[in-house]
């Protein structure tokens, strides 16, 4: 799994939380869509876009155009939204190929991640009901926090299936937790109170987040 283009991805990954924390924004329209595009070099060259790592592929793909999406002006973001949206989507139909069996731990795992999915989108909502211009997003901001409440919790399942690898699993939970929370503090920054280095503590999350997604695919789905 270690090659150059999983190398490159990381360091474009360093450029790019040095360009945001020193706020380069130039250097961040390179770095930004750079560190996914290798990321994505590397996931083809391991493993490829057959089978179950086609859904991972996919949702890599996703957040790639997410990514530009969100680097344009303001009208652009729900566009943005709507691809990470997708993402999500496609990381939950990979995470459950094939649907785990019913379990005790996936209800209990169920019930806690849907309540703090519920707390975090009340402290969202709050924000967005404060502004009118901003009441409008209230409805897809609910819809995208569903899908990624989804993802973790599947993310999360893979702890408890026969299926994974406790190495591949523990990517997987490490990485949904990552991404769930990078996505959960851009909102919280954007809807409700900005607070310093935001933008900083939302990359980091959220590319270590990418990156154990798809290495956790490529562990699980693939021969080493």
Do not use: C
Request: glycine share 8%; aromatic share 14%; net charge positive.
């Amino acid at each position: 799994m270690l090659n150059l283009l999983l190398l490159l991805a990381v360091g474009l990954a360093l450029l790019d939380w040095f360009a945001v924390w020193n706020e380069y924004e130039q250097m961040n329209y390179l770095t930004k869509p750079g560190t996914l595009i290798a990321m994505l070099a590397w996931f083809w060259t391991v493993g490829g876009m057959q089978g179950i790592l086609l859904w991972f592929g996919m949702a890599l793909v996703l957040s790639l155009v997410g990514d530009v999406l969100l680097l344009l002006p303001e009208k652009y973001f729900i566009f943005g939204l709507a691809a990470f949206l997708l993402a999500h989507v496609l990381y939950i139909i990979g995470f459950n190929q094939p649907l785990p069996q019913p379990s005790l731990p996936m209800y209990v795992l169920f019930l806690l991640v849907g309540a703090l999915g519920m707390i975090l989108f009340a402290v969202i909502r709050a924000g967005l009901m404060h502004k009118e211009s901003r009441r409008k997003l209230v409805t897809p901001v609910l819809v995208y926090s569903i899908a990624i409440e989804l993802m973790l919790f599947s993310a999360l399942m893979t702890l408890f299936r026969a299926d994974w690898q406790p190495i591949a699993a523990g990517l997987a939970a490490s990485g949904g937790v990552l991404f769930f929370f990078s996505d959960s503090l851009l909102a919280y920054n954007r809807f409700v109170t900005v607070f310093t280095r935001a933008r900083f503590w939302v990359r980091i999350t959220y590319h270590l987040g990418q990156l154990a997604l798809v290495a956790a695919a490529l562990l699980n789905f693939t021969v080493m």
